[in-house]
């Protein structure tokens, strides 16, 4: 697969280049191979048998391969979900090209290899293979058309249905999301109130399991109480340029990913989170079903809160994410009842204006939408807090 993609690169190239001399030296000969039209449908007339009967296999080796494609150093590296390089997205279009390889089969198919990666697939110099073919449905489900998914939709709601229940190393579980969300963006609404109802469904139980991750990072202030408190261990940050490099460089020291503790992830759960959570809610339930939203809203804030409260130094990645998440969602009318109180607690506690400069302008947000909501408890708010500060 690793050969076969090599020359599919190369075929690309000569494809897209100006220069025919460029082409020939990429190719390492300067044997005429024939039209590269006819090179593609050799090599699609070779992969067409062995996707159809060996279709776990092919995809695994996909997933394989784009491992080895990605791109070592990238202008953008500051994402929870990675973007994908160029040699990576031509395995996606040799994909497409496959004529066997229609999208509810490659859904199948990734499923299958979920559940069960070949073998002979594994190598544990590598980022957990499930992981990297999570990655590869991402990038395609991002360039298939909207007829294609939307007819898919059966299909794609069986994969993120049993991803969920596979324990998915976190990396994994984040593509799970991202792979939701596109479909919401390509799709927002569906025909059928029971798809409808099913979508509602699987999104609660995918924002639950993120939410969950997100909350690693905390520990019970007693085995009585639920309260939750800040652990005071070193915090994974979401920024710069060594988000990817710092994340494989603790998967690489462990022989499996799912022997590696979660709690590494907690900052890019609440960035993600931050990212498509508001927007995510907002298209999945219609108006007159925004109350089925608020309970999943308090759990989010259970592990929110904690970490806003916390004003420490090792604390600041989950600061900084955290109210992001909550301004992005004070946007939303309907989100109020599930964060009002504990903005006006945080906005009165003592230590609220230790933070970082980044976030004030996310607080201002907050606060815009708190006078917006409910202008007179606001106005005995600041006049409180105006007090307590002088």
């Known amino acids: 697969m690793s050969s076969v993609t090599l020359l599919w690169s190369v075929l690309h190239q000569a494809d897209i280049s100006d220069k025919p001399a460029a082409a020939s030296a990429a190719a390492t000969s300067n044997i005429n191979l024939g039209s590269t039209k006819k090179l593609r449908q050799q090599i699609l007339e070779l992969l067409g048998p062995i996707s159809m009967n060996h279709g776990a296999h092919f995809m695994a080796a996909i997933a394989y391969v784009w491992n080895e494609r990605k791109q070592v150093k990238t202008p953008i590296r500051n994402k929870v979900i990675p973007v994908a390089s160029e040699e990576q997205l031509l395995l996606v279009e040799l994909v497409r090209s496959v004529s066997a390889m229609h999208t509810e089969t490659v859904m199948q198919t990734v499923k299958e290899v979920l559940k069960q990666p070949p073998a002979t697939a594994k190598d544990k110099k590598h980022i957990s293979l499930e992981v990297c073919m999570l990655q590869f449905f991402y990038a395609y489900v991002q360039r298939i058309p909207v007829s294609s998914l939307v007819d898919s939709w059966p299909s794609l709601l069986v994969l993120l249905k049993d991803s969920m229940q596979l324990g998915l190393p976190a990396p994994g579980q984040f593509l799970i999301l991202g792979v939701l969300n596109e479909f919401i963006l390509k799709n927002p609404n569906l025909e059928s109130k029971k798809d409808q109802r099913e979508l509602q469904d699987v999104t609660h139980k995918v924002v639950e399991a993120i939410g969950t991750i997100a909350g ?34 603790l998967m690489l020291t462990v022989m499996e990913a799912s022997s590696f503790t979660p709690s590494v992830y907690s900052v890019h759960a609440l960035t993600l989170l931050a990212e498509v959570l508001a927007h995510l809610l907002d298209m999945v339930f219609y108006s007159d079903e925004k109350e089925k939203v608020i309970p999943l809203l308090v759990n989010i804030m259970h592990y929110v809160v904690p970490y806003l409260r916390n004003h420490s130094a090792h604390n600041a990645p989950s600061y900084r994410a955290c109210i992001q998440l909550l301004s992005s969602l004070s946007g939303y009318q309907y989100t109020r009842r599930a964060w009002k109180k504990e903005a006006f607690d945080l906005f009165m506690d003592h230590t609220f204006f230790q933070m970082d400069a980044s976030c004030v302008s996310h607080w201002r947000a907050i606060i815009d939408h708190l006078m917006t909501h409910d202008k007179t408890t606001f106005r005995d708010l600041i006049s409180k807090r105006y007090i307590f500060y002088l």
């Open 216 to 249: 690693s990072s905390l520990e019970p202030t007693t085995w009585l109480r639920r309260n939750l408190e800040v652990k005071a261990s070193p915090q994974i940050v979401v920024d710069g340029t060594n988000l990817e490099a710092d994340v494989e460089d």
